[in-house]
């Protein structure tokens, strides 16, 4: 969002300060309104085309604490910074009590002013992106899963397009986490089985006399315990398309009878007769299957026949610029999913997100989304909401000292690269620094 899109209301009963801030909004681009009564300024700080308010804590018609009160029931989500003279950082403390978002001690700097400005539309601008994705996750189809634009997934999206339409065998390679069961689901979605079923196996999951079974199913009284008849994953994938996943760890027993599935169409039901199926077939794994084959633990005429067109699909930590996407679509899909408001993350969480190198890849970061979701506080995700394993990896910044610096300009690049860590929470800042948060007030006035 640019400065040209905010609109911003300054409330104060000294016309040479408006007259100033105006001047100032004016050549920075924001549009503004401003009040110098009583009256006009209850009106702008209900108005719900405002999105940032100033307003000067002590005039002699009303209170500033007053105001704050009338915006905060009538357009909560306005963002207010309090202007304050110095001598009065009680009162500021009050507001921020009352629901300020900051504020800034006369007189103040223009640096300082636009500072706060700065981080106030750096919030609106989280919080209308997070609303589109509330009213865009209603809409998401099969046609948005591959969600990501990195080159990396650019590729595999290709390829998955291309492929979709044929008859031909899938093999799907890569890490676990990755993605595989998403991209055979999106292939089946876009074949022309698609109104038939997609049937998904784990053939890790399931011991070897039981995985037979379940692909082929059995007649009763085949087996003790046979005790009805059943049809396999195969018979019940007819005309759609059967998922193996995890089809580097299929028993060499069951290797051959699949070769059979894929050459001739055909199995047999375990106790029963010979049927015959039209299946599409993709497959996936997360080991080296060549290495297998040399290994002499896969069917080398198998690989070759499920080899047909091969997709390898790249871990998160090679795909970085998908992060946000991604991360953003979790959110939005977790808060739904658990009946709670879209909570904003902040830049910071962002970054931080996008500093790991995700070894649990996309399954993983929606675990992290998640779980920031539920124990979100204040509807904002900060490093706060990340895992201590995430979290405690991350590098907190530095500032640069040299000889010459003075003991007080080396105390204000500490207190400084605190704040930014934190985002500006004084709260957090004072107790890493291990001040008072109203010490940190008083550093801050001084400095303005």
């Known amino acids: 969002m640019t400065s040209s899109n905010i609109m911003i209301a300054i409330v104060d009963d000294d016309t040479g300060v408006v007259s100033s801030l105006e001047r100032l909004l004016q050549r920075e681009g924001f549009a503004y309104k401003s009040a110098t009564t009583a009256p006009d300024a209850i009106k702008l700080a209900t108005d719900p085309e405002v999105d940032i308010l100033l307003c000067d804590l002590v005039m002699p018609d009303i209170s500033g604490i007053e105001v704050l009160k009338a915006c905060r029931r009538a357009a909560p989500k306005t963002i207010t910074i309090v202007m304050t003279a110095h001598g009065t950082i009680e009162n500021a403390v009050e507001a921020m009590r009352q629901g300020a978002y900051d504020f800034i001690t006369k007189p103040f700097k223009k640096g300082a002013l636009l500072a706060a400005i700065n981080r106030a539309t750096e919030k609106i601008s989280l919080a209308a992106e997070n609303t589109k994705l509330r009213q865009a996750l209603d809409s998401i189809t099969s046609e948005d899963a591959l969600i990501g634009d990195s080159l990396p997934w650019l590729a ?28 055979a689901k999106d292939v089946h979605t876009h ?20 995985l037979e079974a379940e692909l082929f199913g059995y007649e009763r ?12 994953k195969f018979t019940k994938a007819h005309n759609g398309t059967l998922f193996l996943d995890e089809i580097g760890d299929m028993p060499m027993s069951l290797q051959s009878k699949l070769l059979r599935v894929l050459q001739e169409g055909q199995f047999d039901r375990i106790g029963g007769s010979t049927e015959t199926v039209d299946v599409r077939i993709v497959c996936a794994s997360n080991r080296d299957l060549e290495q297998a084959v040399k290994d002499g633990t896969f069917r080398e005429d198998l690989f070759y026949r499920i080899n047909v ?32 408001p879209i909570p904003l993350m902040t830049r910071s ?19 992290v989304i998640e779980r920031a979701v539920v124990l979100q506080v204040n509807g904002q ?10 979290k405690d990896k991350l590098v907190k910044p530095s500032f640069n000292i040299s000889v010459g610096m003075t003991l007080k300009e080396t105390e204000d690049a500490l207190i400084e690269a605190t704040l930014a860590f934190h985002e500006g929470n004084k709260n957090k800042a004072a107790t890493l620094l291990g001040i008072t948060p109203r010490t940190l007030y008083r550093w801050q006035q001084d400095r303005n």
């Open 381 to 390: 995700l900060n490093m706060e909401a990340l895992p201590g394993p995430i």
């Open 191 to 210: 074949s022309n089985r698609s109104r038939s079923p997609f049937v998904a196996i784990n053939c890790a999951a399931i011991p070897e006399s039981i």
């Open 221 to 232: 009284g085949a087996f003790t315990g046979a005790v009805r008849r059943s049809d396999g």
């Open 349 to 367: 969480f962002l970054e931080a997100l996008e500093g790991h190198e995700w070894p649990g890849n996309v399954r993983e970061l929606q675990n």
């Open 156 to 183: 595999v999206r290709k390829t998955v397009r291309q492929a979709a339409p044929s008859s031909a065998t899938i093999l799907l390679q890569g890490e676990s986490g990755t993605g595989k069961e998403l991209v």
């Open 309 to 340: 067109i091969s997709i390898n699909l790249p871990p998160l930590r090679d795909r970085k610029d998908d992060i946000q996407s991604l991360a953003r679509y979790f959110l939005a899909k977790h808060a739904r999913k658990n009946d709670v």
